[in-house]
């Protein structure tokens, strides 16, 4: 209108300019308006929202209009959230089965106990053959309730790192040699023979808790043996390492375990055989117990298996 006016000299330039500075600060100013109450307060709010719900870090700089800025926080928010949601439900499907397993692993002995004192209250308590046996499977089953509390409150120290190691100086050749003592009975019933790779002529000194150490030992040939085939072999290899760490590997001819559940071993009350094993006893707790001990000394575990050849758990020790 300005210029067309100007054309037809009915405005000056003085008016022409005035106009056209006044139309432009009008329009500048209504623009500037309708950006700041219908965009940018609404950036802000989603702004202010995410800020809220990220309670580690309260954003306090400005808030500015860059779209790209905000798009780029909204995307690294929202992947940061998948991220915990996917953990969270993880989390939520081992607590579900962990949860299943504990109960039918107390449930069993549970119901074995209530089962023979009910039968001893109904009046089999009188005969005096039937009630002695009875008490005996009673207290069996009383015995691995006892078994399987002890492993949890066990993993529940090492777990929250309350359970105090004796870090001490001992030999472990000795050690394995006690465990192989300890379970030679055990190994005669299936004619499973425990031995060493080789003979080991001077001892091996190492660094760790020696009682948790053979706990740790004896858990691994416990399950060698009950996994193992008959007439089969569980060996036991000291090796170097680097400069001050030393592999102790035990080493069986088993049925091995399927590439799938190997990463699943050390879960507390994982089974790879669900039925078998139960028939086999154990709390369901002994490679979970042995994987927190292991790495409560600042150490790795490693397994490596095949179906019908064998399987070789092994972790590592501070060389004395």
């Known amino acids: 209108m300005g ?10 330039t003085f008016q022409l300019a005035v106009f056209a500075f006044a139309t432009y600060s009008v329009s500048f100013l209504i623009i500037q308006y309708r950006v700041e109450k219908f965009i940018y307060k609404r950036i802000n709010k989603i702004y202010k929202d995410l800020t809220l719900l990220e309670s580690v870090s309260f954003r306090k700089n400005s808030i500015t209009t860059d779209m790209a800025t905000l798009t780029k ?24 089965e962990f949860m299943g397993n ?4 107390l449930k069993t002995p549970l119901f074995t106990v209530q089962g023979y004192l009910e039968t001893l209250l109904d009046g089999a308590i009188h005969d005096e053959k039937v009630s002695s046996k009875y008490l005996e499977r009673a207290n069996k089953g ?19 790192g309350d ?6 100086t001992f030999d472990i050749v000795q050690l394995v040699q006690s465990v192989f003592e300890l ?11 425990l031995t060493f790779d080789m003979h080991y002529k001077e001892p091996i000194m190492v660094k760790g ?23 089969g072999t569980t060996e036991v290899s000291i090796e170097k390492l680097i400069k001050n760490k030393v592999i102790v590997r035990v080493t069986d001819n088993g049925e091995g375990i399927e590439k799938k559940n190997i990463p699943r071993l050390f879960e507390r009350f994982y089974r790879v055989d669900k039925s078998g094993s139960r028939k086999e006893g154990g709390s369901g707790l002994g490679l979970a117990i042995v994987k927190h001990i292991v790495e409560a000394h600042d150490e790795k575990i490693y397994v490596e298996s095949e179906i019908n050849i064998g399987s070789e758990f092994s972790f590592t020790l501070e060389k004395a």
């Open 163 to 168: 359970l105090r190691l004796d870090i001490a």
């Open 183 to 193: 379970l030679e009975m055990k190994a005669a019933k299936k004619k499973i023979t």
């Open 73 to 96: 926080q909204i995307d690294q928010y929202a992947k940061n959230k998948k991220l915990e949601i996917e953990t969270l439900k993880v989390r939520e499907e081992y607590r579900k």
């Open 142 to 160: 009383v015995e691995r309730l006892i078994y399987i509390v002890k492993d949890l409150d066990m993993i529940t120290k090492l777990e929250v």
């Open 102 to 105: 504990v109960s039918h692993e």
């Open 209 to 231: 808790d020696e009682e948790r150490i053979q706990q740790v030992l004896t858990n691994l040939v416990v399950n060698s043996i009950k996994y193992g085939r008959e007439k």
């Open 3 to 12: 210029v067309f006016l100007y054309l037809y000299h009915v405005g000056s």
